[in-house]
């Protein structure tokens, strides 16, 4: 028994670790995707970390980068003997992913995903699941506005939330496994429905990114605001939106595509209020405008309070594990 375990510990920097699984493999190694990875190395998560994707040119940087032990551009390949299974690709190729991988995965692996929307994601996964796996599906919720294997960064996910939104008659001991790994990982794991989930991250993440690609489009086509004037005079607040804009297209148009029915909910709130406020700035009505500016000042305060935000002046945003800017 006691060499069993001196057998499957590993070293870590000057610890020796027990690691969770034996063999993850991640499926797309991305922002998200090495950011787990370095995770998976810095704390010896598992003997053996196989990453997939498609392109040739993104696997040779993730091997660049050591970001794992073995490399391979077959989904279905790396899936072989995993006992974790973490998908981290745009939420419209997951179908796809769950169709190469279907046929390899091992009887009782976790396979989980990140994905941006849930709904969607399960519609798209699921039917393909053999019924010998446990799907649960999840969604940290920290990133940047970068992509690729080289924007991920150790500690992404400190302090962040991580929301799982399990499918029925999800075994429990798998549940508590994937919990403990997004735990290590520095993740506060909260359990969602995924249509809930669907319509809360269409307030507070989706509808500000299509905000900000709308506002920088418009500054873009109005013919009076020239190129240089956007650029000199971004600090005016403007920059702000040109970080939520400078976001991965292909993964905010498969966000909008496939949350659509919340965020087309959320669009027509929004419009509502914007056409009310409007309409108190036409009319001079200050009190109210006052109103609504001084509510919204607290709920910063709040997120602050929470500790999902700095109180700090931060023009450039600087990255770093501690602050963990999103
Ligand atoms: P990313 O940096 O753009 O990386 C995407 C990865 O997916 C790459 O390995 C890419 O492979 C692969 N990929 C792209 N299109 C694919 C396709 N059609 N079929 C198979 N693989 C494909 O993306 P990310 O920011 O890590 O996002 C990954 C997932 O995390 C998304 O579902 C997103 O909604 C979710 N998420 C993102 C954030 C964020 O802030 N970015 C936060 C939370 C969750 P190649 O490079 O080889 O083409």
Redesign the pocket.
């Known amino acids: 028994m006691e060499q069993r375990a001196s057998e499957s510990a590993r070293t870590v920097g000057l610890f020796t670790v027990t690691p969770q699984f034996h063999r993850i493999a991640l499926i797309?190694?991305?922002?998200?995707?090495s950011s787990i990875a370095h995770d998976i190395k810095r704390l010896g998560l598992a003997h053996e970390a196989i990453i997939a994707?498609?392109?040739a040119q993104?696997l040779k940087r993730a091997e660049d980068l050591k970001l794992g032990d073995r490399y391979t551009a077959s989904a279905a390949e790396a899936v072989k003997d995993a006992d974790l299974v973490i998908v981290?690709?745009?939420?419209g190729?997951s179908a796809?992913?769950a169709m190469q991988i279907a046929g390899n995965l091992k009887p009782g692996a976790i396979i989980t995903d990140?994905?941006?929307v849930k709904a969607s994601v399960i519609a798209q996964m699921q039917p393909h699941m053999p019924a010998h796996v446990h799907f649960i599906p999840g969604?940290?919720l920290?990133?940047?506005e970068k992509?690729?294997p080289d924007?991920g960064f150790p500690g992404l996910f400190q302090g962040r939330w991580c929301i799982f939104t399990p499918i029925e008659r999800t075994d429990p001991a798998a549940l508590k496994r994937l919990r403990i790994f997004w735990e290590t990982l520095g993740a506060k794991v909260i359990e969602m429905d995924p249509e809930h989930h669907d319509k809360v991250l269409a307030i507070v993440s989706h509808l500000p990114h299509i905000i900000a690609y709308n506002i920088v489009g418009t500054a873009d086509d109005l013919e009076m605001v020239t190129e240089s004037e956007v650029i000199k005079y971004s600090a005016s607040g403007f920059r702000d939106f040109t970080r939520l804009a400078a976001s991965?297209p292909?993964?905010w148009r498969d966000?909008c595509l496939h949350n659509r029915k919340a965020i087309l909910e959320m669009l027509a709130r929004f419009t509502e209020d914007l056409a009310r406020l409007q309409r108190a700035i036409r009319w001079g009505e200050s009190e109210k405008i006052f109103e609504l500016f001084t509510r919204t000042r607290a709920i910063r305060r709040s997120i602050i309070q929470a500790g999902q935000e700095v109180d700090a002046a931060d023009f450039g945003r600087q990255y770093s594990a501690e602050q963990n800017k999103v």
């Open positions: 797309g190694i991305g922002l998200i995707g994707t498609r392109s993104t981290s690709v745009p939420v190729a796809n992913v990140v994905g941006s969604h940290p920290a990133g940047t992509s690729g924007a991965d292909t993964m966000v």
